[in-house]
């Protein structure tokens, strides 16, 4: 099937938006290119407010909290924001593009090609994690004052692994600051259900032990192969959550080791004072079993897996990125056009023929000086050059 025709890139402001990636009850994702000078363009990701919520102050505050409180995070395993802005009555966020695929789709596609997840990749990914989140957690102000940050939402589709083999935390929309303008009231559940910590289903206030919870349940559904809290109702897994009991990981696959077993439930003891008191003791935990075990992964070998996983969607990805991209022709008549000089090119059987070639004056004089060099017409030295062009096109 040959791929579609690439649509046209969409004017927004200092970007042209290029293909809608995703669209959430509060703002839609596009991939779009920013321009610079001399055909520079960079790939960005567009996080615009929905038109129809536009209107709202309390969505638009929230979604400029948003942008506020993750533009003060720069951290390697956290997605960058650079811009802020509004075209017309759309307040839009622009942040970096990432090349790669979120964990909600990196375990699948390994399941449906029968590749069990590699436990210590899952383990690599959360060290990672625990990384970016610890950088969040212990944030301050220009003033030395915490911003006691919260993500609220740690989930399989908010950690990305880019084909590089980085791991990036996204969508920190719904993380709590003590200086938020916007606090969320009280009793009002946000997040992923199944990944949601105790406090967080009994509408507690909330600290930083949160999130390591909820890593330990995506921890556990990466090693095990199943989810920890379900359901058939959102009150049964809120009720799971607080009361269910919780296997030991080793119950659904027996060869996972000792220590993993014992980071795991420490990550999710339901008293947020028996966890680990910060993800920094969570990551040191993990690193300090993959240094000791018999194969410690890199970025590298995470990059190669992950590419070996989504080979059949590498080319569609990066052919997204290129839209605009057609085969070599000639530049198309702008309001200045260049000088045009018409010059006899020579055949390579010997004949002649003429053609206008579009060449400014400086290059002209560098082609005839070119073709003194060398003892030759310049003409000759014009065909011979069209002539490589033609063969390597």
Not at 66 to 71: G, K, Q, S
Not at 74 to 94: A, C, E, F, R, T
Not at 279 to 289: G, S, T
Not at 318 to 339: C, D, N, V
Request: proline share 8%; charged share 25%.
């Amino acid at each position: 099937m040959s791929p579609a025709a690439p649509r046209a890139p969409v004017p927004f402001g200092q970007y042209k938006l290029l293909d809608r990636l995703a669209v959430g009850g509060m703002a839609e994702l596009f991939l779009a290119q920013q321009p610079g000078p001399d055909g520079f363009e960079k790939p960005v990701v567009i996080k615009r407010i929905r038109p129809h919520l536009s209107r709202q102050p309390a969505f638009v505050r929230m979604f400029l909290n948003e942008a506020r409180l993750a533009a003060q995070l720069n951290h390697p395993n956290i997605v960058q924001i650079h811009d802020l802005g509004k075209v017309g009555d759309s307040y839009y966020i622009g942040m970096e593009y990432l090349f790669g695929r979120d964990m909600r789709r990196v375990v699948p596609k390994a399941e449906s090609l029968g590749i069990p997840f590699p436990m210590v990749y899952a383990l690599k990914i959360a060290s990672s994690v625990c990384e970016g989140l610890y950088y969040a957690h212990q944030k301050v102000d220009l003033y030395g004052a915490p911003l006691n940050i919260v993500h609220r939402d740690v989930t399989p589709e908010n950690i990305f692994v880019c084909f590089d083999g980085t791991v990036k935390v996204l969508d920190f929309g719904i993380a709590k600051a003590a200086n938020r303008a916007e606090q969320t009231r009280a009793g009002e559940l946000r997040g992923k259900l199944s990944y949601l910590s105790p406090e967080q289903c009994l509408g507690k206030p909330l600290d930083h032990r949160s999130d390591i919870f909820s890593l330990g349940s995506v921890l556990y559904e990466w090693l095990t192969g199943f989810k920890l809290f379900t359901g058939e109702s959102d009150v049964a897994v809120m009720r799971s959550i607080v009361d269910g009991k919780v296997y030991a990981p080793s119950y659904f696959r027996a060869d996972i080791p000792e220590p993993v077993e014992a980071i795991l439930m420490k990550a999710l003891e339901r008293d947020r004072d028996k966890r680990y008191p910060t993800a920094w003791h969570f990551q040191q935990d993990l690193d300090r079993f993959l240094n000791t075990y018999e194969f410690t992964p890199s970025n590298l070998h995470l990059s190669n897996f992950l590419k070996q996983l989504f080979l059949d969607e590498l080319e569609e990805e990066q052919q997204r990125l290129r839209p605009q991209q057609t085969p070599f022709s000639a530049p198309a008549p702008t309001t200045q056009p260049e000088l045009e000089s018409v010059l006899p090119v020579e055949e390579p059987s010997g004949g002649e023929r003429i053609v206008a070639v579009p060449v400014t004056a400086a290059q002209l004089e560098s082609l005839e000086a070119m073709a003194r060099k060398h003892g030759v017409p310049v003409g000759k030295m014009v065909g011979e050059l069209l002539s490589v062009w033609l063969k390597y096109r």
